[in-house]
T-cell receptor
Framework: DQQVKQNSPSLSVQEGRISILNCDYT??????FLWYKKYPAEGPTFLIS?????DKNEDGRFTVFLNKSAKHLSLHIVPSQPGDSAVYFC???????????FGKGTSLLVTP | GAVVSQHPSRVICKSGTSVKIECRSL??????MFWYRQFPKQSLMLMAT?????????EQGVEKDKFLINHASLTLSTLTVTSAHPEDSSFYIC?????????FGPGTRLLVL
């Protein structure tokens, strides 16, 4: 049973524009959320995270928004760059555990 | 950032053989490591939690006798796929770190013929 869902398998955005990647979750016990970037045949690379006590976290071009009532989070990348093209995974954890529940990923393509 | 390595990066084996995959934390000690598996176009699925000095904790549906995990030191966890079958072909990834940041290895591509 997929507790973290990324309903858009792919997204195409022009360079310079904003990329918005969405993620929904069903487990209300999740209290920490992370975004990872992944290239084929490589391990995921950590991008940005957010605790459930916050509704926004920003790091450079990356901003994550959390809407707990809707059990929804999103990753905004602005401005998007061709090097951002990759698969983005949303992940969540609960309590004191470190194990992550991943979504299926969204493949982002940033075109020049 | 912290580095986690995996070896081998790619392995091809015959059905029925066993394959060992190593996961090392290179610049920090990890009492807990995680093993994930990813099938094509699917999410990373947690297989087991590797605990240094004690037995691994397996997720539901993962056969502990088939996927042997040994976490003998604070920097090394190994996953052995025993009597591998073609359906075990997948991308295996380990991770280590704290709750706020899990560092992932580069992954091991296993192909069982």
């Amino acid at each position: 049973d997929q507790q973290v869902k990324q309903n858009s398998p792919s997204l195409s955005v022009q360079e310079g524009r904003i990329s918005i990647l969405n993620c929904d979750y069903t487990n209300s016990m999740f209290d920490y959320f992370l975004w990872y970037k992944k290239y084929p045949a490589e391990g995921p690379t950590f991008l940005i995270s957010i605790s459930s006590i916050k509704d926004k976290n920003e790091d450079g071009r990356f901003t994550v928004f959390l809407n707990k009532s809707a059990k929804h989070l999103s990753l905004h990348i602005v401005p998007s760059q061709p090097g951002d093209s990759a698969v983005y995974f949303c992940a969540a954890s609960e309590g004191s555990g470190y194990a992550l529940n991943f979504g299926k990923g969204t493949s982002l393509l940033v075109t020049p | 950032g912290a580095v986690v390595s995996q070896h081998p990066s790619r392995v091809i084996c015959k059905s029925g053989t066993s394959v060992k995959i190593e996961c090392r934390s290179l610049d920090f000690q990890a009492t807990t490591m995680f093993w994930y598996r990813q099938f094509p176009k699917q999410s990373l699925m947690l297989m087991a939690t590797s605990n240094e000095g004690s037995k691994a904790t397996y997720e539901q549906g993962v056969e502990k006798d088939k996927f042997l995990i040994n976490h003998a030191s604070l920097t090394l966890s190994t996953l052995t796929v025993t009597s591998a079958h073609p359906e075990d072909s997948s991308f295996y990834i380990c991770s280590a770190g704290g709750r706020k940041t899990q560092y992932f290895g580069p992954g091991t591509r296993l192909l069982v013929l």
